[in-house]
């Protein structure tokens, strides 16, 4: 790997953790006025990832999809946690009781996670 790509994945992942922190802080925020976002932490994770950088990385992309699936995960477990355990190892050891539309969130945010942080080859520039 040369000294770019290297620059340019170490930024990547930095972004990463910043979209990460600000989606988690974000879910919370707009749950607090009625909304439920759990797309948004993955979302945000995969963004912060993909902005900084001018390269397209695939290991870059599954880095920030495994992050996002299990943030969203992790965010769930503080939002929600189960009422006959509260621990976060009771909860991924029953993911099969949580509601239809909170599995395909969490899922939608890992696949735009990955995505996201996907990038573009914009150094070439337009290719028509």
């Known amino acids: 790997m040369d000294a770019t790509r290297a620059r340019n994945l170490g930024?990547?992942?930095l972004g990463a953790l910043a979209g990460a922190a600000?989606?988690?802080w974000a879910f919370f925020w707009i749950a607090h006025h009625g909304f439920y976002a759990m797309v948004l932490p993955g979302a945000l994770a995969g963004l912060g990832g993909g902005l900084p950088v001018k390269d397209r990385s695939i290991l870059r992309a599954a880095f920030c999809?495994?992050?996002a699936l299990g943030l969203g995960l992790?965010?769930?477990w503080r939002f929600r946690p189960f009422i006959a355990d509260r621990s976060l190892?009771?909860?991924m050891t029953h993911?099969?009781?949580l509601?239809?539309?909170t599995l395909m969130m969490v899922a939608a945010g890992a696949v735009l996670g990955a995505w996201l942080a996907l990038g573009?080859?914009?150094a070439s520039g337009n290719k028509g």
Request: net charge positive; glycine share 16%.
């Open 11 to 13: 930024l990547g992942l």
């Open 22 to 24: 600000l989606g988690y």
């Open 65 to 67: 999809g495994a992050l």
């Open 74 to 76: 992790f965010t769930e």
């Open 89 to 91: 190892g009771y909860f």
């Open 95 to 97: 993911l099969h009781q």
């Open 99 to 101: 509601q239809a539309v």
């Open 120 to 122: 573009r080859n914009r």
